[in-house]
C-alpha cells in the first residue's frame, strides 16, 4: 500500500424518530469497544458517547427529523458525523440560569478536539473529531510544558 493511500474503518446507522438515545449510544460502544478504546481510552470513550447523545437528541428535538450516524476512525481521528433534515446551523453558547437546556453543543464543543456544522442538501451534517490519548493532534489537556 502507498503512503498517500487513505485507511480507514467506518459504520454508519439510520435513527428514524422512535430511535432511542440510549441504544445509538450502545451502538456507538460497540464500536470503540472494536477499535479497543474502552481499554486503552475510556475517557474519550464516554466524551464519543455524551457527544453522540447530544448530536442525535439535537437531531430528534430540535430538527425533528430521523438522523443519520456515521463514525469513521481514519487512524487519527474518529469522526462523529451526524446529519439531520434541518438547515439550521447549531452553535455553542453559553450555559444559562434563564434557560432549561441549550447546552448541547457547549458540552460538544468541550469534549471533541473540533467540530463543524456544515449545510448539505435536506438539511446539515454536524462532524466532531475525537483524537484518543497519545494521537499527534490537537489536546484536550493543556501541555505541561508551556503551563504557567
Known amino acids: ?8 474503518v467506518g459504520w454508519a446507522r439510520s435513527l428514524p424518530l422512535n430511535t432511542g438515545v440510549r441504544e ?6 460497540n464500536h470503540l469497544e472494536s477499535l479497543g478504546w474502552t481499554h486503552s481510552a475510556p475517557d474519550t470513550v464516554d466524551a464519543v458517547l455524551l457527544t453522540v447523545s447530544e448530536l ?7 430538527a425533528r427529523s430521523s438522523a443519520q450516524i456515521v463514525l469513521t476512525w481514519d487512524t487519527s481521528c474518529l469522526h462523529v458525523s451526524v446529519h439531520d433534515a434541518s438547515s439550521q446551523l447549531p452553535y455553542s453558547k453559553e450555559p444559562s440560569d ?8 457547549f458540552l460538544v464543543d468541550a469534549l471533541a478536539d473540533s467540530w463543524e ?4 442538501p435536506n438539511g446539515k ?24
Do not use: K, L, Y
Open 1 to 8: 500500500m502507498r503512503e498517500s493511500e487513505v485507511r480507514a
Open 24 to 29: 445509538t449510544r450502545h451502538w456507538a460502544r
Open 117 to 120: 456544522a456544515r449545510p448539505c
Open 56 to 62: 442525535v437528541t439535537n437531531a430528534h428535538v430540535h
Open 98 to 105: 434563564e434557560r432549561i437546556g441549550g447546552r448541547g453543543m
Open 125 to 148: 451534517t454536524v462532524v466532531a473529531c475525537f483524537r484518543p490519548p497519545g494521537q499527534p493532534g490537537v489536546s484536550r489537556e493543556p501541555d505541561a510544558s508551556t503551563a504557567p
